[in-house]
């Protein structure tokens, strides 16, 4: 039996975007299939997806040669509609009736394992967050995110973007935002423009011990921006720990490369 179009399939469920879960259908296959490729080559590789909605994206990575495709949502609303569409795909596509911030989304399937999404606006950078301290279980991260939130992520010392999302991003990858997407390709459509980022873990990773590290001095940094390092920092050290790295302690944060944080993380966690 043929699979029904996916507009067929949301009218006959009456399923519609809810505000609440941050939640905004992306229905154009052909955008969909662009946000696929961005995986490259998917042959035996495991896909998370994480909020599938009435499954536009999904129907896309299915058609890539992933091994498998495993999609967690929480709205028992479009469940039906998932559970459809793993019927057509027994063998490859599997649905987790769970909130993917209280998830483990590596354990979901074998490596090597990316996560592709349209992320809910309203969690997408906690989970970014969650994922970047395991990045080594991911070969590569293609998330949506509203356009100023994945231009964060990309951002360049000293430009206003920059802060304490982007350090911790590229510090742990390599990232680049690989495509634009307009409000109308939505539905609704959002307010805001969004931006497909694409993160690409390291092959060395930092120790959860010193990413906590770097949690915290990014934190002090950038929870008060506008003030010179030795007073930011002054609850971890302040100049003393400037003094150890060689950064002078009348610099702010948004001036610091990626190197010099790690650096004031790695002392941080030797002064423990």
Not at 107 to 125: D, E, S
Request: hydrophobic fraction near 45%; proline fraction near 8%; aromatic fraction near 4%.
């Amino acid at each position: 039996m043929s699979l029904p179009s996916l507009r067929d399939t949301i009218q006959a469920h009456g399923l519609d975007a809810k505000k609440s879960l941050g939640q905004h259908f992306l229905l154009d296959p052909g955008i969909c299939a662009r946000i696929a490729a961005l995986g490259g080559d998917l042959t035996g590789r495991s896909v998370v997806e994480i909020g599938p909605g009435p499954g536009g994206l999904t129907r896309a990575l299915l058609d890539t040669p992933a091994s498998r495709v495993d999609v967690v949502e929480i709205d028992e609303r479009a469940w039906p509609l998932l559970d459809e569409l793993a019927d057509h795909y027994p063998d490859r596509l599997h649905v987790v009736r769970q909130d993917a911030l209280k998830l483990d989304a590596a354990t979901l399937a074998p490596a090597p394992r990316q996560i592709i999404a349209n992320l809910p606006y309203n969690v997408a950078t906690p989970l970014l967050v969650g994922w970047l301290r395991q990045a080594a279980e991911w070969e590569r991260l293609s998330l949506m995110f509203q356009l100023e939130v994945a231009e964060r992520i990309c951002a360049a010392p000293g430009s206003s973007g920059y802060g304490r999302l982007g350090v911790l991003a590229q510090w742990c990858a390599t990232c680049s935002v690989a495509l634009r997407i307009p409000p109308q390709a939505f539905s609704p459509p959002p307010k805001v423009h969004s931006a497909v980022a694409v993160i690409i873990p390291h092959a060395e990773q930092p120790s959860p011990q010193l990413f906590r590290a770097m949690e915290q001095v990014t934190a002090a940094a950038f929870g008060q921006r506008r003030k010179m390092l030795r007073s930011s920092l002054k609850s971890i050290g302040g100049e003393r720990l400037l003094e150890k790295a060689e950064i002078e302690p009348t610099r702010r944060a948004e001036t610091l490369s990626v190197a010099e944080f790690a650096r004031l993380a790695e002392l941080n966690l030797a002064s423990r």
